[in-house]
């Protein structure tokens, strides 16, 4: 019973047959590899992926982790059944139950358990052999002895006979047990050899799993950044439209009690009028001159007291205005600290926090008063040597970066020879080693005439892809340890992402000959290229 469980674990899910390459999800079930693929490949269509075994729903296609215990589990199983696949002939003496042979003689051409092996013949012309069932191949097929030797130079194996006379007379042969040993040697060197290789290629594999998932890890959290960044985005905006509708629902309903007001005194003043209006009208009508005459007068139709009423409603008039959109704005003037802070959230520092030390500043290079361009000159600045001044070339930016992720861009002019990016402050001042992407302390991108490069450590990578732009972004990411340069064309374009452990703080520094760099303005809230 507990050999059928046991066997029943070493089965795939999916194909039901003993796992070939395991392979395991987030969840903790395993799979083949292949069976696994196949089903994730149908999933793709739909975007949702579940395990086959716990219908765990994954939000991205998962990751295949390799089950090193469980293939190790495997591979001995299969050696296992190998090696009892061998052992499974039978004495040719044992008639009437199958004994398991433990030896074969080549001159009886039969196999042996332990009983008859302790009885056989022990003379020299029985040659005993690890069991097999092909005896009669082991005889030579043209005199039918024993085959005992191994002629080097043809390969072949050769009884005594061959040996002394025929085709093979004069070879160097050896006897077999010696020429396997020696082959066995070479195969042990090999297998060494290839073992080897097979731990630098698990060690690789494994370096990647690890990677891919520090990258799915990374991802993920950058997914759960951005998310948390839009979702506080649209809840600000949603307290913000809330607020200005409400201001702008206060001020109409106070402009709508004021018209109202305004126009229920107007209409009564509009049915006075009308009263008066009507009466006149009945007196201009009448014919009897002494009823006219016996009312009392009107003056101009409209009292003193009637125009004090007239000026408080025009003043009420003039005070009915339309909604204060000074207050609306100020309301919205909100909006500004929003995107600042969705700037403090996306990417924290651009290229207006770079400026060039000058006390760093080679004697052939010229600083522009605003610290943000270097041009190289044949006058000599005659600025005192110190150990902070690079010898030839190049400058450093006055600031270093510990942490976070920051950019700055560049603008260089077509000319001969340039270099941009970004060293450690312990960087070599003199000697030829001292030019950024020359040594391990300094990462650059370099132009040549026309080929464009980065170095490292005095390692050239050429770019392959042609270059159209004089523009550049150069962006560190601290923790991780990218140093990634980018051509600022249409769409920006990544060239290349130095990955580093960095010890130091990291300075911005240019390299030029023959023509000069600027260092141009950048958005502050630039997120990194994919």
Same mark, same amino acid.
């Given at each position: ?23 395991? /999800? ?37 990751? /295949? ?44 051409? *039969? ?35 024993? /085959? ?74 950058? *997914? ?110 909100? /909006? ?50 110190? *150990? ?120 911005? *520094? ?21």
């Amino acid at each position: 019973m507990a050999s059928a469980d046991l066997k029943a674990e070493l089965l795939c899910p999916i194909c039901l047959h003993t796992y070939t390459d395991p392979v395991m /999800l987030r969840c903790g079930h395993n799979f083949c590899r292949v069976c696994i693929d196949r089903v994730l490949d149908i999933q793709d269509e739909s975007g949702v992926y579940t395990c086959p075994g716990c219908r765990e729903e994954f939000q991205k296609r998962p990751a /295949l982790m390799r089950n090193l215990g469980l293939r190790n589990i495997m591979e001995n199983l299969l050696v296992t059944k190998h090696k009892e696949t061998e052992t499974g002939i039978c004495c040719t003496y044992c008639v009437d139950s199958p004994v398991p042979a433990v030896k074969s003689c080549l001159h009886c051409e *039969a196999s042996l358990c332990e009983k008859h092996l302790r009885v056989h013949s022990k003379s020299s012309e029985h040659v005993l052999s690890d069991p097999s069932t092909s005896l009669e191949n082991r005889k030579c097929s043209v005199h039918k002895k024993i /085959l005992e030797y191994f002629c080097t130079e043809d390969s072949a194996f050769i009884c005594v006979s061959c040996s002394l006379v025929g085709e093979h007379l004069g070879h160097r042969v050896e006897m077999l047990d010696e020429a396997s040993e020696k082959k066995k040697r070479k195969l042990r060197n090999i297998f060494q050899k290839l073992s080897t290789k097979r731990e630098e290629t698990e060690g690789r594999v494994q370096n990647l799993e690890e990677r891919w998932r520090k990258a799915q890890e990374k991802a993920s959290k950058e *997914a759960e950044r951005v998310t948390a960044l839009f979702t506080d985005i649209r809840r600000q905006l949603d307290d913000l439209e809330k607020r200005v509708l409400s201001e702008i629902s206060r001020q109409e309903m106070e402009e709508s009690l004021s018209f109202s007001s305004l126009i229920q005194k107007l209409e009564i003043k509009k049915d006075e009028l009308s009263g008066r209006m009507r009466h006149i009208e009945e007196l201009c009508n009448m014919t009897d001159p002494l009823t006219v005459l016996q009312e009392p007068d009107t003056g101009d139709l409209c009292d003193p007291e009637d125009e004090g009423g007239d000026e408080d409603i025009n003043r009420c008039l003039y005070d009915v205005g339309d909604l204060d959109v000074a207050v609306i704005s100020d309301k919205l003037h909100t /909006l500004c600290d929003i995107i600042t802070d969705i700037r403090r959230g996306i990417y924290v520092e651009g290229s207006g926090d770079i400026l060039l030390d000058v006390n760093t500043a080679a004697n052939n290079i010229l600083i522009s008063d605003d610290l943000k361009s270097a041009t190289w000159t044949q006058n000599n600045q005659n600025s005192p040597e110190t *150990a902070d001044r690079f010898q030839k070339n190049q400058v450093m930016s006055s600031r270093g970066f510990t942490s976070g992720r920051h950019y700055w861009d560049v603008e260089s002019s077509r000319s001969v020879g340039w270099r941009v990016g970004m060293c450690y402050p312990s960087i070599d001042r003199r000697g030829r080693q001292s030019f950024i992407g020359d040594n391990n302390k300094s990462w650059s991108l370099r132009r040549y005439y026309n080929q464009y490069l980065v170095k490292h450590d005095g390692k050239d990578i050429r770019l392959p892809d042609k270059i159209f732009s004089n523009r550049f972004r150069i962006c560190l990411d601290y923790e991780a340890g990218q140093l990634s340069f980018y051509e600022l064309c249409d769409p920006i374009r990544h060239l290349h992402t130095f990955t580093a452990t960095f010890t130091e703080p990291l300075h911005a *520094a240019l390299s030029v000959w023959r023509n000069s760099i600027k260092i141009s303005g950048g958005s502050r809230n630039w997120e990194k290229p994919s």
